[in-house]
């Protein structure tokens, strides 16, 4: 089946810190892969997505390359606000299942 | 354009009550899903409708029921809340099964007590 993990949080950093998240992935099939965020209080919201091997999403200062020889995209900021704080969500999605699977969430803590 | 919407924010429930979480969306997007998020466990699908009439299990969908009888509307129902289904719900909603950009609601908190 497919699967998704992300590195164990919580994450607090500073400030201007650089940010890296973990995920690695199983799938069936060739899956597309995607970050969401959310923020405080709200739903979640697409970041930034990749559809093949070799790809780099990006969106807000946040990037993620899809690696099919290691199955990860890892997201990474150079310098972290205080604004990013947030829990982010590594997630799958293969065609053939028509569904999101979801990593357990990295709660990320920016502290000024 | 509200987008996704969901009520309540806020619920709590006796053990054995009955409620339905309701979920109405605007832009006539055809795949609308609900998950439930429980830490340390991400998002979970409880169940799924590709289109008005047709609804389908996710992966959690014991407790709960659905239906779509319109394109704008997929309600929750819980039938006799338990404890076990204390947890933050959320509605969403793609243009097509086939669409992998779901767009999500705000949630409901649920307490079962």
């Known amino acids: 089946g497919n699967s998704v993990t992300q590195m164990e949080g919580p994450v607090t950093l500073s400030e201007e810190a650089f940010l890296t998240i973990n995920c690695t992935y199983t799938a069936t099939g060739y899956p597309s892969l995607f970050w969401y965020v959310q923020y405080p209080g709200e739903g979640l919201q697409l970041l930034l997505k990749a559809t093949k091997a070799d790809d780099k999403g990006s969106n807000k200062g946040f990037e993620a390359t899809y690696r099919k020889e290691t199955t990860s995209f890892h997201l990474e900021k150079g310098s972290v606000q205080v604004s990013d704080s947030a829990v982010y969500f590594c997630?799958?999605?293969?065609?053939?299942?028509?569904?999101?699977?979801f990593g357990e969430g990295t709660q990320l803590t920016v502290n000024p | 354009n509200a987008g996704v919407t969901q009520t309540p924010k806020f619920q709590v429930l006796k053990t054995g009550q009955s409620m339905t979480l309701q979920c109405a969306q605007d832009m006539n997007h055809e795949y609308m899903s609900w998950y439930r998020q429980d830490p340390g466990m991400g998002l979970r699908l409880i169940h799924y409708?590709?289109?008005?009439?047709?609804?389908d299990q996710g992966e959690v969908p014991n407790g709960y029921n659905v239906s779509r009888s319109t394109t704008e509307d997929f309600p929750l129902r819980l039938l006799s809340a338990a404890p076990s289904q204390t947890s933050v719900y959320f509605c969403?909603?793609?243009?097509?099964?086939?669409?992998?950009?779901?767009?999500f609601g705000p949630g409901t908190r649920l307490t079962v007590t």
């Open positions: 409708s590709v289109g008005a009439g047709i609804t």
């Open positions: 969403a909603s793609s243009y097509s099964r086939e669409s992998y950009e779901q767009y």
């Open positions: 997630a799958l999605f293969v065609t053939s299942g028509s569904r999101l699977t």
